[in-house]
């Protein structure tokens, strides 16, 4: 059986990049949803550009508890709300959550 991921709608990282927009060469260290405001530097700058996570990145890193709180979301795999209920399991490709069909939309799998 494959291993829940906590908070799988939280699904995007970043790259942590230098003032100038150069990689600083770390890995990512949390999920973000992509309208996080940590890498927002003000002035419309924003440091760093949110992608989907791997199968890898989506078990091994936390959920940012900024991204938790603005959405409310629960700590399980469970949905918390009937529309969001009926969505399937996490892509094994692009970690997209796939919708009732079990086809991925985001890189066809």
């Known amino acids: 059986m ?3 991921v906590e908070h799988p709608d939280i699904r995007y990282v970043v790259n942590p990049v230098h ?4 990689r600083t060469g770390a890995e990512p260290r949390l999920r ?8 927002e530097w003000g002035d419309g700058v924003r440091l760093g550009t ?6 890898e990145q989506m078990r091994t890193l936390r ?5 938790i ?7 399980g795999p469970a949905a ?3 529309a969001e209920a009926r969505l399937g399991a996490l892509c094994p490709g692009c970690s997209q959550t796939l919708p009732l069909t079990g086809r991925c939309d985001n890189c066809d799998s």
């Open 50 to 55: 949110p992608i989907l996570a791997t199968t």
């Open 80 to 82: 918390s709300s009937p």
């Open 19 to 22: 003032l100038d927009g150069q």
């Open 32 to 39: 973000h949803y992509p309208d996080c405001g940590h890498f």
């Open 2 to 4: 494959a291993e829940a």
């Open 63 to 67: 959920a940012c508890k900024t991204c």
């Open 69 to 75: 709180s603005s959405r409310g979301a629960s700590s």
